[in-house]
């Protein structure tokens, strides 16, 4: 156990609609970032963010949103969903210090578009 | 731009045979090396990392050396068991743009047969 929590573990929705995805990261982690898994994409890097604030966007299409709470917990929302969206979709943390470079992954969210 | 290059899977081995799997990378500058696992079903688990040249990261019975002069870190295990079935990701974590940046490899899946 990572201790990143994400919920839910699955979504099942249908084209065109809107989910909303959350992420706790670890005790005392600032950094959340998000991840998106698919069979011919990989392992893509989404959006991090660092107490609140976006630090840095990855391959984010305009059609997802993410943001970050002055609790620490994340949410990355996914609208006009496609097929193509169908996907895992991890968070994971990192420390403020030390191991700063060391990410901590969640158990992922299962999304699929029918 | 950084880029990790893994070895093409599947792999399938037998029980306690040796195993390899190829990482090599493309950074500027000097990124700590990361191996992940993700076992069926689960998020990805960070299983080893080396943070300079020549550090060997080792966990579980699993080892990877940082080989500045052929920008590598493979990973290998001595003796693979059933439970080592799982897809292994090769990492690269860098400074992009003032912000840790983690690269990943299209993974290696990995199948130990009895």
């Known amino acids: 156990d990572s201790g990143v929590t994400q919920t839910p573990k699955h979504l099942i929705t249908a084209t065109g609609q809107r989910v909303t995805l959350r992420c706790s990261p670890r005790?005392?982690?600032?950094?959340v970032y998000w991840y998106q898994q698919s069979l011919d994409q990989g392992l893509q890097f989404l959006i991090h963010?660092?107490?609140?604030?976006?630090?840095a966007k990855g391959n984010i299409l305009e059609r997802f949103s993410a943001q970050q709470f002055p609790d620490l917990h994340s949410e990355l929302n996914l609208s006009s969903l496609e097929l193509g969206d169908s996907a895992l979709y991890f968070c994971?943390?990192?420390?403020?210090?030390?191991?700063?470079?060391?990410?901590?992954f969640g158990p992922g969210t299962r999304l699929t578009v029918l | 731009g950084n880029s990790v290059t893994q070895m093409e899977g599947p792999v399938t081995l037998s029980e306690e045979a040796f195993l390899t799997i190829n990482c090599t990378y493309t950074?500027?500058?000097?990124?700590?090396l990361f191996w992940y696992v993700q076992y069926p079903g689960e998020g990805l688990q960070l299983l080893l990392k080396?943070?300079?040249?020549?550090d060997k990261g080792s966990n579980k019975g699993f080892e990877a050396t940082y080989r500045k002069e052929t920008t590598s870190f493979h990973l290998e295990k001595g003796s693979v068991q059933v439970s080592d079935s799982a897809v292994y990701f090769c990492?690269?974590?860098?400074?992009?743009?003032?912000?840790?940046?983690?690269?990943f490899g299209t993974g290696t899946r990995l199948t130990i047969i009895p």
């Open positions: 994971a943390s990192s420390p403020p210090s030390g191991d700063t470079d060391t990410q901590y």
């Open positions: 005790s005392g982690d600032l950094s």
């Open positions: 963010y660092y107490n609140g604030e976006e630090r």
């Open positions: 950074a500027t500058g000097y990124p700590s």
């Open positions: 080396a943070t300079k040249a020549d």
């Open positions: 990492a690269l974590s860098a400074i992009y743009f003032g912000n840790e940046k983690l690269t």
